[in-house]
């Protein structure tokens, strides 16, 4: 399967503490991309990185790629309790087919 | 005000019956994705269409429909052949101009609810 995996599956933290979250996948990609999901909506596009690029920054989002390990991490600094989210993961295939392969996601609770 | 709508929010069908789930949207974008997320999963592919009156069988397309007669549309029939229905569905857009896909910008979603 092309899916990622997001490690943890559940990560709690109090408010200003950062959360990492870890995607791995099995097969060469184009980029990856995070995306967030509140409970019950459709994914909100957080950040992509290339396969060609190491690391990428957004306001208090910083995304790594090591493509050696086929692993990226997002990291959300000084958490807020609106940051709680389903984060996924998805990778791009780098030809072929047009479409994202989603991971099974981080279940993020961010306690105030 | 651009975007992707979804309708309905939520759907309720009986078994043995057919329904529609509508996507439709603005944002003049080529290729169209409908997606089914079961509780606490990922998302799982059902069709894509690059183009008007052209669409690919995604991970899970037994039991599903798909149309794409306008740039604008592709609703999604869920047939009396899917036997577990029951699930979170979600549209999503993407341009073409790059290849490999770039961002997918998704609907609210439609939760459907075999009674």
């Known amino acids: 399967s092309q899916q990622g995996e997001e490690d943890p599956q559940a990560l709690s933290i109090q408010e200003g503490e950062n959360a990492t979250m870890n995607c791995s996948y099995k097969t060469s990609i184009n980029n990856l991309q995070w995306y967030r999901q509140n409970s019950g909506r459709g994914l909100v596009h957080l950040i992509l990185?290339?396969?060609?690029?190491r690391e990428k920054h957004s306001g208090r989002l910083r995304v790594t790629l090591d493509t050696s390990k086929k692993s990226s991490s997002l990291l959300i600094t000084a958490s807020r309790a609106a940051d709680t989210a389903s984060y996924f993961c998805a990778t791009a295939p780098p030809t072929g087919a047009n479409n994202l392969f989603f991971g099974t996601g981080t279940r993020l609770t961010v306690i105030p | 005000d651009g975007g992707i709508t979804q309708s309905p929010k939520y759907l309720f069908r009986k078994e043995g019956q057919n329904v529609t789930l509508s996507c439709e949207q603005n944002l003049n974008h080529d290729a169209m994705y409908w997606y089914r997320q079961d509780p606490g999963q990922g998302l799982r592919l059902i069709y894509y269409?690059?183009?008007?009156?052209?669409?690919q069988k995604g991970d899970i397309a037994e039991g599903y429909s798909v149309s794409r007669e306008k740039k604008e549309s592709f609703p999604l029939t869920v047939t009396s052949a899917q036997k577990n229905p029951t699930a979170f569905y979600l549209c999503a857009s993407s341009t073409l101009a790059a290849m490999p896909t770039d961002t997918q910008y998704f609907g609210p979603g439609t939760r459907l609810t075999v009674l």
């Open positions: 990185i290339r396969s060609n690029e």
């Open positions: 269409s690059q183009i008007v009156n052209d669409f």
